[in-house]
């Protein structure tokens, strides 16, 4: 069956930087896109990013281009979101999901179980 | 950025009985929308795309319609479980989510 399995709850400090993986399972990997969205407390879903397992390539959104940074291990089926320069705005849960390779087709159809993100001094 | 506005917040509802969730978008996402259920503590559950398909899973009694900028999501006979958060999320045009409407126990 299909999984996202995310690293663990993390407490970084105001300015440090927070890596966050996504183990994948049950699925061939580089056929699908993972997405990272994070969400605050009484929140939607906020969308922050794409990776293609395949080719590498990233798109983010525009809030946070230059903050975040995907990448992608095929050979473990794991893929890394990186988020940098925290402050308190980024405390959430955050998720990775995935979708089809269509770009007219970007829902969700598998999601991890997330990660909470705390940022305190 | 297309923005997504759920009615109501909440909902107060009592086992059995039918509701319907509304999501509007600011601008017009075609059927490229989805519904997803969220229970606390857990991840969003895909339960609809594609405006009106439903996702592996979930029964015969959840529905959605809607096209463009007007959206509903029908649970026809509210079970225990389905009391849950419900987010419409529009991928027409970049990616964007409402802000929810929780369905609590009458």
Known sequence: QVRLVQSGAEVKKPGASVTISCKASGYTFINYHIHWLRQAPGQGPEWMGIIDPSRGATNFARMFQGRVTLTSDTSTSTVYMELSSLTSEDAAVYFCARSTANWASYFFDYWGQGALVTVSS | ?106
């Open chain 2, 1 to 106: 950025e297309i923005v997504m506005t759920q009615s109501p917040a909440t909902l107060s509802v009592s086992p059995g009985e039918r509701v319907t969730l509304s999501c509007r978008a600011s601008q017009s996402v075609s059927d490229n929308l989805a519904w997803y259920q969220q229970k606390p503590a857990q991840a969003p559950r895909l339960l609809i795309y594609g405006a009106s398909t439903r996702a592996t899973g979930f029964p015969a009694r959840f529905s959605g319609s809607g096209s463009g900028t007007e959206f509903t999501l029908t649970i026809s006979s509210l079970q225990s479980e389905d009391f849950a958060v419900y987010y419409c999320h529009q991928y027409n045009k970049g990616l964007s989510f409402g802000q929810g409407t929780k369905l609590e126990i009458k």
